[in-house]
């Protein structure tokens, strides 16, 4: 028996919970909200198309209570940026939205993983590491998974291969310092650098580096057409879900904690690691060119510069 329980049942948390009943992932999902009403219709409505699926998940609107035995606490909940309200700001929102979460759901004994999805997501991870006090390996968040998904479908468009054929990641922050290491981008086993090298009438360039723009600007085209991306991301969490409780040893670019890779220490950042049923098995250090390496550097140390800004405040608020 597979147990998860969702916090935040908005559009994130439920295209998470559609498309897990969809694919038939686990056997139970429980819903919580802050708005109890909310979680209370979804359950509902999901339950109704129970009959159409393949799925006899048990799905029911809960408590913190029912953390217990679950498997997995996914926490999609957060507040939304107000208009001219700074980073700093929206991230004390979400850090005491966080500590009414992660408090409650460590009291009811939950020893399973948290995944959170809420952004600024390598910040809200950290968040949720240190307010657990969980083992690093336990605490993961989205990071560029769906990023490096985007990235891939992008790949396979261009050169006309199939997305799964691909082998490219988007690393870093969640957000504008993200990058793709092309040294490390491959079609099945040629690097996209060799490729670009040997047909440079047929591929430019400038049309990967196009690709990085879009693959980094993607949220916000889909924000600007229709208010918010939620599709991409609950899959996204799916498969993070799958790949843990199947064992299956997946290389994703989760959130996760850095321990001397790359050099860094305590920085939570989206990075190729193996998930399985532990949740973060080990990362995949990637062989990074110099340049690469600078580039993840200031990811990590913009990370680490927001995240220095909330601990305080963390502080303060516990008292
Ligand atoms: P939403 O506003 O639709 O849903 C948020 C939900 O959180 C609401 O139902 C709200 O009632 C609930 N909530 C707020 N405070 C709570 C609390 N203290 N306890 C329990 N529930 C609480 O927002 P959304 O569109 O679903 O987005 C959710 C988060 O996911 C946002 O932070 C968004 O930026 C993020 N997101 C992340 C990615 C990614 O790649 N990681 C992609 C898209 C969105």
Request: hydrophobic fraction near 40%.
């Amino acid at each position: 028996m597979k147990k998860v329980v969702l916090v935040g049942t908005g559009m994130v948390g439920m295209s998470f919970a559609y498309a897990a009943l969809n694919q038939n992932v686990f056997d139970e999902l429980v819903l919580i909200d802050l708005n109890k009403q909310r979680a209370i219709g979804e359950a509902m409505d999901l339950n109704h198309g129970l009959a159409f699926s393949k799925s006899s998940m048990r799905i029911y609107a809960g408590e913190y209570s029912d953390c217990k035995d679950a498997d997995i606490v996914i926490i999609c909940a957060g507040v939304a940026q107000k208009p001219g309200e700074t980073r700093p700001q929206l991230l004390n929102r979400n850090t005491a939205v966080f500590k009414s979460v992660v408090k409650p759901v460590c009291e009811s004994g939950f020893n399973g993983i948290f995944l959170v999805a809420t952004n600024p997501v390598d910040i809200m991870t950290r968040v949720t590491a240190e307010l657990s006090g969980f083992p690093k390996n336990r605490v993961i968040g989205t990071g560029t998974t769906l990023d490096s998904a985007r990235l891939r479908y992008l790949l396979g468009e261009y050169f006309g291969i199939n997305t799964r054929s691909i082998h490219a990641y988007v690393i870093g922050e969640h957000g504008d310092t993200e990058f793709i290491p092309w040294s490390q981008a491959l079609l099945a086993t040629k690097p996209v650098n060799n490729i670009m090298l040997d047909n440079p009438t047929e591929y430019k360039l400038t049309d990967l580096q196009k690709m990085e723009d879009e693959v980094r600007r993607s949220a916000y085209k889909i924000i600007e057409s229709k208010g918010a991306t939620y599709y991409g991301i609950g899959m996204a969490i799916v498969q993070i879900c799958r790949a843990i409780l199947q064992n299956e040893n997946s290389v994703l670019t989760v959130s996760c904690h850095l321990d001397g890779q790359y050099g860094q220490y305590g920085t939570y950042v989206g990075v190729p690691a193996i998930i399985n049923k532990n949740g973060v098995k080990e990362l995949v250090e990637l062989s990074l060119t110099g340049k690469e390496m600078n580039k993840l550097i200031e990811s990590c140390n913009i990370l680490n510069k927001y995240y220095s800004d909330i601990e305080l405040n963390c502080e303060e608020k516990a008292e």
